[in-house]
């Protein structure tokens, strides 16, 4: 049998590998592109699958109505509070401050995967040459060729069938959806406890049900994952405090690894490595996959103005150049990104006094300099362009 032959190949329909897709069909609806996809066909097996809430940028937010699909059912962010348990020093970002509608969004992942697919169908309608293969874990004998492979295998940190550089936190995260007596409408709370962050966002079900996510050690999140409802409530009470009242419910707890693995070098040859696939990192800032979009996103751009161009000008040398290209041009934005989240994961939790101490002056700093609190802002929801 003879092998298919396409001009690009996407190894992964998750979020960042199904935007890729839509984005150069989108830019050039004659590519020649096959997204291999390991989820199952039907949406409504994925309905019951990951709900963690992501936060998403508004940067994410303009790239992603681009191809309609932003989903509709999303949370507002107008004020973020960031404190520490037990110790001085805290900051409060408003919507205001960066005459911005919204400091960013929160949507369960499975939303946001479910919207992507469905833009995905609308575009490959007017898509000839686009085959959407869906495929099992098993299938390793697949007759395809392409020119060009892009990677957007994703996964978790710890799950990745690769580990190049990085760091283990040896933390993980405890997510769920918790009911509260009295929080304020649009409101997130970071607040870095002796163990890591502890994140509770607001959520699409209403102002009293919001996203928790609580980073500890593997053993006490494990433990915290055992505990009743009861017990669990009460623990996250004493570590949280009282700014938003009781903790009344719990629901949906599940448990992810925390780590950084990410590659130094995202191409090689013709293949491109996009999203986690690139680099997973830990969630204190939100920002995997809004970095990852960005990767899609000026992927599609180059690829689909080097495919758009006649057959002779494909060359393999002109597929390795672009993607250099492609790379040279994420460079900056992947370290700021990268460094930034490896230093806030560090940084917060950490219980040596003298860092203690100085990241209380330097959320104090924050507070009171509007300039760093504005610039910091504006990395998280844009990027480095
Ligand atoms: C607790 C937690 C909270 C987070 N919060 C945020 C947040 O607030 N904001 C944010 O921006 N990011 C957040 N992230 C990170 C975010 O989830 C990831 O960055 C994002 O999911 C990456 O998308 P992806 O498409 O690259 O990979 P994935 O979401 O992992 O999708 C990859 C897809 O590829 C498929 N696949 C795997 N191998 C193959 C193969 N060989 N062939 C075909 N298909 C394959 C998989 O089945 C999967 O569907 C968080 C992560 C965690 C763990």
Redesign the pocket.
Known sequence: MSAINFDIAI???????LACAAWCLQKFPEAKIVL????PVDDADLAAADS?????SHGSKLLLDTINAWPIECADIHRVHVSQAGRFGRALMTREELGQDALGHIIR?RDIHLTLRKALRAIQTKSPNFVWKH?DAQADTLNIQAKCVVH?????FKTQDWVESGRDYEQS?L?GLVEVENAAPYQAWERFTSEGPLAVLPSHYGSNILNL?WCGTPSSSQARLALSDAEFLKSLQAEFGSRIGQFLKIQDRRL?E?GLNYRKEITQGNEVW????AQ??H?VA???????LRDAYLLAEKLSALFSKPEDQKTPLAIETTLQDYAQSRKADRSATIGLTDFMARIFTSNLFPIVVGRGLALSALQWLPSVKTALARQMMFGRR
């Open positions: 190894q992964g329909g998750g979020p960042v590998g291999l996809d390991r989820n963690r809430g992501i936060a998403l992942y495929i957007a295998e994703g996964g978790l995260a997510v996510v992810y925390l996009i999203g986690n696939a997973t990192l969630p939100g920002q995997g996959l809004n970095l990852g």
